[in-house]
């Protein structure tokens, strides 16, 4: 594996005991090395990558952690983001993948992905989406982003068909940008637990 996973990309590992310190019963039941993991913000001394896994139902959730060298496929929401990808999805007709498909016909100054339910049903082409289901999003940023650009995505997003979440992703972890434009502030989700912030770049979280 050449770089490591960021949060919300979506692993493929080479077999179930890969997961075998999960001591929910519901995942030895239910997951099997077919269904991909997400990767989760946490830290490890130990170089392991934290994981989560999904059940069949929305409280069906487990943390866990993997090593790199189970990797044996990568799927990142950039990926799922791709205009070609969304365009062959069985799951078009759905809310979040048209919003998605809309957004994917304009030319953004950042790289941007698909996650949460939409991300996994378009990666898996398992139905996990429903009538009122979301589109999460995250956008990539580095650096920092210019609040105008940002305040375009967000008027652009606030007039697709379904609810959008979108969250940016800085080195130190990442905030709602809806918050962080209402309030000047928001948020920010490190390795170390959450911290609010109204310069969520600022190399002091880092």
Not at 20 to 46: C, K, M, N
Not at 64 to 88: C, F, K, S, Y
Not at 96 to 115: K, N, Q, R, Y
Not at 154 to 168: G, H, I, K, P, S
Request: glycine share 6%.
């Amino acid at each position: 594996m050449s770089s490591v996973p960021r949060p919300h990309d979506l692993l493929w590992l080479r077999d179930g005991n890969a997961l075998a310190a999960i001591s929910e019963s519901w995942v030895s039941q239910f997951w099997h090395p077919g269904l991909p993991v997400v990767v989760r913000r946490d830290r490890s001394e130990t170089g392991l990558i934290p994981v989560g896994v999904r059940g069949e139902r929305r409280e069906q959730r487990a943390a866990g952690w993997v090593n790199a060298a189970d990797i044996v496929r990568v799927v990142t929401p950039e990926m799922l983001a791709a205009r070609a990808q969304l365009l062959a999805s069985p799951f078009t007709a759905y809310a979040p993948v048209g919003a998605a498909i809309a957004l994917s016909e304009h030319d953004w100054p950042w790289c941007w992905g698909i996650t949460g339910s939409t991300g996994y049903a378009l990666a898996t082409q398992q139905p996990t989406l429903h009538a009122a289901s979301d589109l999460d999003l995250v956008i990539r940023a580095p650096e920092p982003l210019a609040r105008d650009a940002l305040q375009r995505w967000q008027a652009q997003t606030d007039t697709l068909a379904c609810r959008v979440d979108t969250q940016v992703e800085t080195p130190s972890g990442a905030f709602a940008l809806s918050e962080w434009l209402r309030e000047g502030r928001a948020l920010v989700k490190t390795v170390t637990g959450p911290i609010l912030t109204a310069s969520p770049w600022s190399r002091e979280l880092q």
